[in-house]
């Protein structure tokens, strides 16, 4: 079964702080990675793409490591409204579908 | 407006009865889908369709169906709901497979 592994948190960070957290993925097969964003009782929303060179965003910067088969997520200088659960996907190349992680939860305290 | 809609956005129903949640988009994709998110598992993919004559089950399709009616419509229903249906249900569209847009999700309750 393909899966995707993410520490649930949650992460208690102080606001302007620098956070980061990863995920696993067992399907080497998995072309194409994302980080999503979901607020409380909301539908989720694409972050960002993850490539393999990695790639920056404003404060979010993503990796992938192919060989270790694992994703992060790197977000400088916090804000309030980054509190949200951050989800890590995973696509296989070819197929439909995402294989979504579970989530981590992420609170920023003022 | 929204690009996704999703009715309706709660519903309460009691076991055995068979319920129709749906899905509408202006996004003009072809790719729609449908997942159920329960708190500790994850979102998990239930059904999805590639055009309006394309269905193909996903990881936890058994006890539901599906039904595209038009590029534009993708409906989901509950022949017989149980109480471990119980969850948000999310419809998402995509044009290429890659970034997925979802609906702002349907709560159901089955007591």
């Known amino acids: 079964r393909k899966e995707v592994e993410q520490d649930p948190g949650p992460f208690n960070v102080p606001e302007g702080a620098t956070v980061a957290f990863n995920c696993t993925y067992s399907?080497?097969?998995?072309?194409?990675f994302f980080w999503y964003r979901q607020d409380c009782r909301k539908e989720p929303k694409l972050l960002m793409s993850v490539y393999s060179s990695g790639n920056e965003d404003g404060r979010f910067t993503a990796q992938l490591n192919r060989a270790s088969q694992y994703i992060s997520l790197l977000i400088r200088d916090s804000k309030l409204s980054d509190s949200a659960t951050y989800l890590c996907v995973a696509r296989e190349g070819g197929a439909d579908g995402l294989t979504f992680g579970k989530g981590t939860h992420l609170i920023i305290q003022p | 407006d929204a690009d996704v809609t999703q009715t309706p956005r709660n519903r309460i129903t009691k076991t055995g009865k068979r319920i129709m949640l749906e899905c509408s988009q202006t996004k003009g994709h072809d790719r729609m889908y449908w997942y159920r998110q329960d708190p500790g598992l994850g979102l998990r993919l239930i059904y999805y369709s590639f055009d309006v004559k394309d269905i193909n089950k996903g990881e936890i399709s058994d006890g539901y169906s599906v039904s595209r009616q038009a590029q534009a419509k993708f409906s989901l229903s509950l022949e017989s709901a149980i109480p471990n249906q119980t969850a948000l249900y999310f419809c998402?569209?995509?044009?290429?497979?890659?970034?997925?847009?979802f609906g702002p999700g349907t709560r159901l309750l089955v007591l």
């Open positions: 399907n080497s097969a998995s072309q194409s």
């Open positions: 998402a569209t995509s044009a290429s497979g890659e970034t997925q847009y």
